[in-house]
């Protein structure tokens, strides 16, 4: 999260995003943002599909999701609205941990995330915290608490 931009809307494209978040292929983990309030609360989407690397092994008779690339891409959102934060130094933030989380069903091709995520405090301008909620078809797959810190 090392890219300060500032958007003009309350939706950002991939082109956007990927100007905002370091992660690149296959790591990039948010298709679009449809909803977005700097510094404080962003929801965005993430399409999952049979092309992605993981579903080679994750299952090849019954892909699934790993839960840890949901709880990323619940982070990756998180981090959308810290880097819209003007009074944060610039740099990279990186998972401190996380709390809370559960996995409520499983997440398969074919499926629309949708995350949301809310800032809930940022100490020290260093360390930070946010909720994340991921849904598909209005149905709750995962929820918790994640913490993320500037690394010198």
């Given amino acids: 999260m090392e890219n300060k931009k500032s958007i003009d809307n309350d939706q950002l494209a991939i082109e956007e995003i990927l100007g905002l978040l370091p992660h690149r292929y296959p790591f990039a983990l948010v298709d679009r943002v ?45 981090g959308l609205i810290v880097t819209q934060m003007p009074d944060l130094p610039s740099g990279l933030f990186v998972f401190a941990g996380i709390d809370n989380v559960k996995f409520r069903r499983p997440v398969v091709p074919g499926d629309q995330l949708v995350i949301t995520c809310q800032l809930l405090s940022i100490k020290r301008k260093r360390f930070g915290k946010v909720k994340g909620e991921a849904h598909v078809e209005g149905k709750l797959v995962c929820s918790g608490e994640l913490m993320f810190s500037l690394v010198d």
């Avoid at 399409?47 to 990756?76: C, D, K, W, Y």
Wanted: aromatic share 4%.
């Fill in 34 to 78: 449809i909803e977005h309030i700097p510094g404080e609360k962003a929801v965005a989407i993430k399409n999952i599909t049979i092309n992605e690397p993981q579903f080679q092994g994750h299952f090849p008779e019954r892909p699934l999701m790993p839960g840890v690339l949901i709880v990323e891409s619940m982070a990756q959102v998180g």
